[in-house]
């Protein structure tokens, strides 16, 4: 088994990639964030400066799209929220296997955000729906992030299940062969 282990190892640098990518897109969603309120702010009290119309909808895009990236990011840390009140009163063995089912069941919510994800971001409402403010952008971008955290979350989800998995065997043989 932990030759097994060993070969899938091997794709490590694919989720280190993944993941700097995805840290990367949302800390240029913060700057967008920013520069845009700052210019939008800076339009209200400065005569000279106008404030642009599209502000206040392309925010909130841009803050959607950094909320569900970030908790993908989140469960590549093991940061997510979850309750860990009892983990110090359980054996070992009972807290890896229920960190595993949880990875399961975060991992079938990722499935369903990919699902019905892409359902909703070829309906007619996403495809035909336009920003008040900006008539000539689809609705469909403001719907794009269900999706793409759904994948997100799929990808470092079975990075999670892997580790815990092999922790869960790798020490069983250890003690084993000891």
């Given at each position: 088994m932990?030759?097994?282990?060993?070969?899938?190892?091997?794709?490590?640098p694919?989720?280190?990639?993944?993941?700097?990518?995805?840290m990367?897109?949302?800390k240029?969603l913060?700057?967008g964030?920013?520069?845009?309120?700052a210019?939008?702010?800076?339009?209200?009290?400065?005569?000279?400066?106008?404030?642009p119309?599209w502000?206040?909808?392309?925010?909130?895009?841009?803050?959607?799209y950094?909320?569900?990236?970030s908790?993908t990011?989140?469960?590549?840390?093991g940061?997510?929220?979850r309750?860990t009140?009892?983990?110090?009163?359980?054996?070992?063995?009972?807290?890896?296997?229920?960190?595993?089912?949880?990875?399961?069941?975060?991992?079938?919510?990722?499935?369903?955000?990919?699902?019905y994800?892409?359902?909703f971001?070829?309906?007619?409402?996403?495809?035909?729906g336009?920003?008040?403010?900006?008539?000539t952008?689809?609705?469909?971008?403001?719907?794009?992030p269900i999706?793409?955290?759904?994948?997100?979350?799929i990808?470092?989800e079975?990075?999670?299940?892997?580790?815990?998995?092999?922790?869960?065997f790798?020490?069983?043989?250890?003690?084993?062969?000891?």
């Amino acid at each position: 088994m932990p030759a097994f282990f060993r070969a899938v190892e091997k794709i490590k640098p694919v989720y280190d990639w993944t993941y700097k990518i995805l840290m990367f897109i949302c800390k240029l969603l913060l700057i967008g964030d920013i520069i845009i309120t700052a210019w939008a702010v800076t339009g209200r009290y400065v005569p000279f400066i106008t404030d642009p119309h599209w502000s206040e909808e392309i925010v909130l895009t841009l803050m959607v799209y950094m909320a569900v990236l970030s908790a993908t990011l989140a469960i590549r840390r093991g940061a997510h929220i979850r309750m860990t009140a009892f983990d110090t009163y359980l054996p070992k063995k009972v807290l890896m296997v229920s960190d595993i089912i949880a990875d399961l069941a975060v991992m079938a919510l990722g499935v369903v955000l990919v699902i019905y994800g892409i359902k909703f971001c070829n309906s007619p409402l996403s495809i035909r729906g336009k920003y008040a403010s900006i008539p000539t952008l689809s609705k469909f971008w403001q719907y794009l992030p269900i999706p793409v955290a759904g994948a997100g979350m799929i990808i470092f989800e079975l990075e999670q299940v892997f580790q815990h998995v092999e922790a869960f065997f790798v020490k069983d043989e250890k003690k084993e062969g000891a």
